[in-house]
């Protein structure tokens, strides 16, 4: 009855012990696989996002007068992205995005044992999955967010071609100074656009594109940390950056040897170049107005704020310039330069054939009293022109007098108008009027 010792014995129990193993790793394979199906599948791929953007008024010469809206943006379209840019993006960020699928699995574990184990907080390592923790609004640091982040990267990959998930990326970016998307960013640092043909005058350059594309990384100063990538603020580090992103743009083969050899680091604009903007300008009276038509046409304050619209108005910058010169009292030319400050004009320019408004000057603060006509409290409304008061007195007296009407002449004042209304001086009461004699007002 004792037990069996034999080595037949010893091998069936450890065919049976590996068997035991074997079907215990099998379960739990078999778990891992449906498990992590029912996360793939529970994982859902957002939609693309909308960006917001900023709206552009426009003068009637094709200038921009200002761009208006929450977010300084321009979202263009992926095809019309000049390829030198979107290469010098990958440099950067993603050297490898044209190869993988999505996921970076050794930038996952990575990431993944830094936060298990207490050490620094890594990011999202290739394109696509920044674009989908964006997406997703994924903004905790966890294995979990890590997981789902790779799936809808995965997922992405699956109905997105690369082209359009590298303008899902350049749309969305955020690349300081108050500046969303590469063509914004253009604009602002360059002068320059990421759309045009590359043999146009203002088309962004392979080494001004570099430049955009290593300021992704950090676009802003850390408190106490790193100064971030902006030439202007941290110009050894952001021309480093730059190097990296060239060095990597020719391993790749998006540049040649000639165009690596010849680089120069560019110039970027100063914080304030933005010259042309009506913000805070006379011509700033112009912005409310245009505000005020788009919501006489149903176009609400949502839509305003999401963006992308272009408004070109009628002004014209010469008879603008003119309207300024004569009605500010900053203007030497004014007449109105020296007077009391309770002393104020207004100069409208229009077209008389047409009525369109070509010079607009209604005082020297756009956020303050329109002069030149009145508008409800919150700006969204025209109400109607300013009153004149009595300096239109003379001009009806000369109209009077070319109709032979003597300076004897009494009116009624208690009459009305063609369309049944009451005439009253500035609102006063009858008997305020004329003296209390308002039957005889001369």
């Not at 999202?124 to 966890?142: C, E, F, G, M, N």
């Not at 305003?304 to 603008?320: E, S």
Request: charged letters at 25%.
């Amino acid at each position: 009855g004792g037990k069996d010792r034999s080595k037949a014995a010893k091998k069936r129990r450890r065919t049976n012990i590996l068997t035991a193993a074997a079907a215990v790793l099998v379960i739990m394979l078999g778990a891992g696989v449906v498990g992590g199906t029912y996360f793939f599948d529970e994982v859902e791929l957002p939609a693309a996002k909308t960006e917001d953007q900023s709206n552009t008024i426009k003068d009637s010469k094709g200038n921009t007068l200002a761009k208006l809206g929450e977010q300084n943006r321009t979202v263009v379209p992926e095809d019309k992205i000049l390829p030198h840019v979107k290469y010098a993006v990958a440099a950067a960020e993603d050297k490898n995005f044209y190869k993988h699928h999505g996921i970076d699995m050794k930038g996952i574990v990575r990431a993944a044992w830094n936060n298990f184990t207490g050490g620094a907080t890594q990011g999202a390592s290739t394109i696509t999955q920044q674009y989908a923790r964006h997406a997703a609004t994924l903004k905790d640091i966890s294995i979990n967010r890590k997981l789902r982040e790779a799936v809808i990267a995965r997922k992405l990959e699956s109905k997105y071609d690369k082209n359009q998930i590298m303008g899902l990326y350049l749309n969305y970016i955020y690349l300081g100074k108050g500046r969303y998307g590469i063509e914004a960013a253009a604009a602002g640092y360059f002068g320059k656009s990421t759309i045009v043909k590359p043999e146009a005058k203002n088309a962004i350059t392979v080494y001004e594109a570099a430049v955009l594309a290593s300021i992704i990384k950090q676009p802003e100063p850390q408190k106490g940390g790193h100064q971030g990538y902006d030439p202007a603020i941290n110009p050894v580090d952001a021309k480093a950056r730059w190097e990296y992103t060239m060095a990597n743009m020719l391993e790749m083969g998006w540049i040649t040897q000639d165009v690596y050899d010849k680089r120069a680091y560019p110039k970027t604009l100063p914080a304030n170049s933005n010259k042309s903007s009506a913000v805070n300008k006379p011509v700033g009276m112009v912005l409310r107005h245009v505000r005020a038509e788009l919501t006489a046409r149903g176009i609400t304050q949502t839509d305003f704020d999401k963006g992308g619209l272009t408004v070109t108005t009628t002004i014209d910058p010469v008879v603008q310039a003119a309207a300024e010169r004569a009605g500010s009292s900053k203007s030497k030319d004014s007449p109105m330069n020296g007077r009391p400050k309770t002393y104020q004009a207004a100069v409208i320019g229009i077209d008389p054939e047409t009525g369109r408004v070509l010079g607009y000057y209604g005082g020297d603060n756009p956020e303050g009293t329109d002069y030149g006509s009145y508008l409800t409290g919150n700006g969204e409304k025209i109400d109607g022109g300013q009153s004149p008061g009595s300096t239109f007195k003379i001009y009806t007296l000369a109209a009077g007098l070319r109709e032979d009407i003597s300076f004897e002449t009494t009116w009624d004042g208690t009459k009305r108008r063609a369309n049944g209304t009451k005439i009253s001086n500035a609102g006063a009461e009858d008997n305020a009027v004329c003296g209390g004699k308002i039957k005889f007002c001369g």
